[in-house]
């Protein structure tokens, strides 16, 4: 058959049978084509003569004849070979082989032979066939011959991994005949370990030479009768190994039946000599687990050939929900049990397992179906077998009948943790992985595909994914996981990981190794930390930070106690950083700083701030009273308060030079006001009394002494425009209406001059309190420099930009000379670079307090424009 009808095969097989593969080594291509359709359940794999070294061949070194080469194995693996006659020869060796190798797993060899070949066929070959099928046949029978050698497969399989986890099981298990003296027929590795004896000197005895002179009589006579009566018993005796050391033999024997004829007994033997004290304890949770394995919901139930059941034992009553004189005279679809399949619809007769395997003689598995009991559904799943007499007639079906229903349920539940644990992957950005020391496979969750960025379906070797990390990372990655490897203690790297879309991201790599089989496992996990490692940085320059700072730092718990310092807090005690953990404020700076802090500390929690500042006086590591500001502010977590930060700041030399500010200013102030009206009062008498070059003379000292004043005046009017700091000043105004307001007064004071106002009903900017104050000094001073006759305009926009509003005074009158009009701009004078008065100043400055700016240009043709931008509020 071709390549799709093989592709085809193995897809359904692995759909309805798992991975069960069919070696087809047939000579007719026609008789390949017809069982590769009608086997499409399976895998099939189709072997030919002179193909050998194609797929599904054995090796090209065999001729035509099939004779060379055949004493290799030239097949591939398979579950079931059907070969016939002209083939037979070629692969007979191999397949005996074959069967010698697989020890006691069944390894089915299906010969098909032509009608008039059959008792040639018995006569002639050796025992290699399991089964010889005479062809042509109805595909229901070969089918069923099919079925029938796989199913022995399966049980052998199984058998053969009962035997090994016998072997290996860690309580003793023993067989012994039922006839005769009970003699020993198999004993386990642990039964070896647990006495001293090797299976050459117990085999074919009675277990009794493990008793001695201290093993009590009334077990071993409990013994003898459970024996005698083919019953299950369990007892506790003494024992001894075979250096003559006794022990406590926790001894269960289970009788076995075939057919209802007594074969066997199994035992169990368990090394309890520790355990002795607790026999009591023991005893009760052995009776309880026994209980529980007597209660397991798995039945067997007996149908005749009209569907009635004739027989069912006590988990089969359990699983059905009905007593055994309502169970038996059943028939299976009964209307009481509501029958469903898979999908929840109604289930039909003919599709019941029972009447499948009536019909077809092929036995069911797997079949699973609700069934409602008591008013609830319960799932079940069946396993139906043909019953036959021995000369072949159908007499019956035996079914076992499983709930599965807790099965169902922990599905889902399997798939809801599963559903869960991938949105916890996504949460908290990890993903796992899993390396085979052997295959060097890797194996990983769909969080880690997500974090690579990678289809979750994607295979990758070891190799390929140590390629994702960052070329100075891989090694340090890799040699973390030769260190797992080689000593198989858990392993942490930090370390680059570079995403499929090229996007570099810091995670965090852990292994650990277990061992489930022979080969050991290494597992782990990848977590992100790209936000860690970056909140990490930060907090570290933050430490740089408050380390270098010259103020004070420091943070106290709700009791007040230190719990951090910085360097600068340490030498301004002149203490060591460390020696103040643990110390109460009180001690270090003083009980006022310490009731100031209580105080401070209520009015935050109270308040809607989330700082306060407060001023104490501290004591320095000379003895010297420092002026301290300082800032604090509360630490908490859910809503509970866990203590302060505290900054502080040395105000002492900052408030004694404003104390001596404020007394220069005050004395400059007052002395300056008092002398110019001095000198203003005798040019007045001048001017009334003295000739023509005098007048002119006490002309200048009146004009000089007008500005002086005026220029005091000023000074005082603007004295709060001085203090950069003073934010409280800045608020919300409506500096249309305030602009409208100094023309209405500026038109009043100066009636000879043009004052026109362009400005819309609202702006809303955040302005200095002196705001109007500056409008009105840019309008005196263009009527000062620009005459009587003059011409303002002023303007006010709000669409200049999304943030700002923006205040235009224009004149005609000379402008403002070049380097006083720079010096302006810049915001500083220089000895080359000055202006000859406070006004603009105190205007730039009111401007600039306002978080706003101010710029001086060039009116057209003449004059000047000076234009105040303010923040939008």
């Known amino acids: 058959m071709g390549e799709d009808a093989s592709r085809n095969g193995a897809r359904s097989a692995r759909d309805a049978s798992g991975d069960e593969r069919i070696l087809l080594a047939l000579h007719g291509a026609r008789d390949r084509e017809l069982l590769a359709e009608l086997l499409d359940a399976y895998e099939v794999i189709v072997w030919e003569r002179g193909r050998e070294g194609e797929d599904g061949g054995a090796g090209e070194g065999e001729g035509e004849d099939g004779d060379e080469g055949a004493g290799e194995d030239p097949l591939p693996e398979f579950d079931l070979c059907i070969v016939d006659m002209e083939t037979y020869s070629t692969v007979a060796d191999a397949l005996a082989e074959r069967k010698a190798d697989a020890g006691d797993r069944f390894v089915p060899v299906l010969l098909t032979v032509a009608q008039d070949q059959q008792v040639v066929a018995a006569r002639r070959l050796d025992?290699?066939?399991?089964?010889?099928?005479?062809?042509?046949?109805p595909k229901a029978v070969i089918r069923s011959r099919v079925e029938s050698l796989l199913q022995t497969r399966r049980q052998s399989l199984q058998l053969a991994l009962y035997r090994r986890a016998m072997d290996s099981a860690t309580v003793g298990i023993t067989i012994t005949e039922a006839d005769d003296d009970q003699p020993l027929t198999y004993i386990n590795d642990a039964f070896e370990e647990m006495t001293g004896y090797d299976r050459s000197e117990v085999l074919g005895r009675n277990c009794r030479f493990l008793q001695?002179?201290?093993?009590?009589?009334e077990p071993v006579e409990k013994l003898h009768e459970a024996i005698e009566a083919g019953e299950s018993v369990a007892v506790s005796l003494t024992n001894y190994r075979k250096d003559g050391t006794p022990f406590w033999n926790e001894l269960k024997i289970s009788p076995v039946y075939e057919d209802g004829e007594l074969t066997h007994f199994v035992g169990f033997q368990t090394d309890a000599t520790v355990r002795h004290a607790l026999k009591n304890q023991l005893v009760h949770e052995t009776q309880t687990l026994k209980q529980l394995f007597?209660?397991?919901p798995v039945g067997?139930?007996?149908?005749?050939?009209?569907?009635?059941?004739v027989r069912a034992n006590e988990a089969a009553q359990a699983v059905l929900g009905l007593r055994r004189s309502v169970v038996l005279g059943q028939s299976y679809d009964a209307p009481e049990w509501d029958l469903v399949d898979a999908r929840g619809e109604p289930l039909d007769h003919e599709d019941l397992p029972f009447d499948r395997v009536r019909d077809t003689g092929e036995t069911v598995t797997n079949f699973e179906h609700g069934i409602g009991v008591d008013g609830e559904r319960r799932w079940l799943v069946v396993h139906a077998a043909p019953l036959t007499r021995s000369d072949g007639e159908h007499v019956g079906v035996i079914a076992a009948i499983e709930d599965v229903t807790a099965q169902k349920r922990q599905e889902r539940e399997r798939e809801r943790l599963l559903d869960l644990f991938d949105q916890s992957q996504k949460i908290a950005s990890v993903g796992a992985w899993e390396v085979n020391a052997e295959s060097g496979a890797v194996l990983?969750?769909?969080?880690?595909?997500?974090?690579?960025?990678?289809?979750?379906?994607?295979?990758?070797?070891?190799?390929?994914?140590?390629?994702?990390?960052?070329?100075?990372?891989?090694?340090?990655?890799?040699?973390?996981?030769?260190?797992?490897?080689?000593?198989?203690e858990e392993q942490s790297v930090e370390c680059r990981l570079e995403m499929a879309g090229g996007e570099m991201r810091w995670v965090n790599v852990r292994g650990v190794a277990t061992r489930e089989t022979d080969a050991p496992v290494f597992r782990g996990t990848v977590q992100d930390i790209t936000e860690r490692k970056a909140r990490s940085g930060e907090l570290e320059r933050y430490e740089r930070i408050v380390e270098t700072t010259a103020d004070p730092i420091y943070t106290l718990d709700d009791n007040l106690r230190f719990v951090l310092a910085n360097s600068a807090t340490a030498d301004l005690l002149g203490r060591d950083p460390d020696d103040l953990v643990g110390e109460h404020v009180s001690t270090v700076f003083g009980e006022h700083h310490s009731q100031a802090l209580l105080e401070s500390i209520a009015s935050l929690l109270a308040g809607d701030s989330d700082k306060e500042t407060m001023e104490t006086v501290v004591v320095d590591r000379d003895g010297a009273e420092r002026q301290f500001q300082t800032t604090i502010a509360a630490k908490s977590s859910e809503n509970e308060f866990e203590g302060i930060v505290c900054v502080g700041r040395d105000v002492t030399e900052l408030q004694e030079r404003e104390r001596r500010l404020s007394v220069l200013d005050r004395v400059i102030r007052h002395n300056?006001?008092?002398?110019?009206?001095?000198?203003?009062?005798?040019?007045?008498?001048?001017?009334?009394h003295t000739d023509d070059d005098v007048l002119e003379s006490a002309a200048a000292i009146e004009r000089a002494t007008s500005e002086l004043l005026s220029l005091a005046e000023t000074a005082r009017k603007f004295s709060s425009a001085l203090d950069p700091n003073v934010a409280e000043r800045v608020q919300p105004q409506n500096v249309a209406d305030c602009v409208r307001n100094v023309v209405e007064g500026a038109q009043l004071s100066y009636p000879d001059a043009t004052i026109t106002v362009d400005a819309p009903d609202v702006a809303n900017a955040r302005a200095h309190t002196?705001?109007?104050?500056?409008?009105?000094?840019?309008?005196d001073n263009a009527v000062v420099y620009g005459g009587d006759e003059v011409e303002i305009?002023?303007?006010?926009?709000?669409?200049?930009?999304?943030?700002?509003?923006?205040?235009?005074?224009?004149?005609?009158?000379?402008?403002?000379?070049?380097?006083?009009r720079e010096s302006l701009n810049s915001g500083r004078e220089s000895p080359l670079q000055h202006t000859n008065g406070l006004g603009l100043w105190f205007v730039r400055w009111a401007v600039t307090n306002s978080n706003g700016s101010m710029e001086i240009t060039d009116n057209q043709p003449n004059g000047t424009v000076i234009e105040l931008r303010l923040p939008r509020a």
């Open 127 to 137: 025992d290699v066939p399991d089964d010889v099928l005479a062809v042509p046949a």
């Open 212 to 217: 001695g002179e201290e093993t009590d009589s």
């Open 294 to 296: 007597e209660t397991s």
């Open 300 to 309: 067997i139930a007996v149908l005749n050939d009209d569907g009635i059941i």
């Open 444 to 488: 990983f969750t769909s969080g880690l595909a997500e974090l690579l960025g990678v289809d979750p379906g994607t295979v990758f070797d070891l190799s390929e994914a140590f390629s994702f990390y960052h070329p100075e990372d891989e090694p340090l990655v890799r040699a973390a996981f030769e260190r797992l490897v080689e000593t198989g």
């Open 672 to 688: 300056l006001r008092n002398k110019m009206n001095i000198a203003q009062a005798h040019a007045a008498m001048l001017l009334e």
């Open 770 to 779: 002196t705001f109007e104050l500056a409008v009105n000094e840019l309008i």
């Open 793 to 820: 305009h002023l303007s006010v926009t709000d669409d200049d930009g999304p943030e700002q509003v923006v205040i235009r005074v224009a004149d005609n009158g000379p402008g403002i000379p070049p380097l006083e």
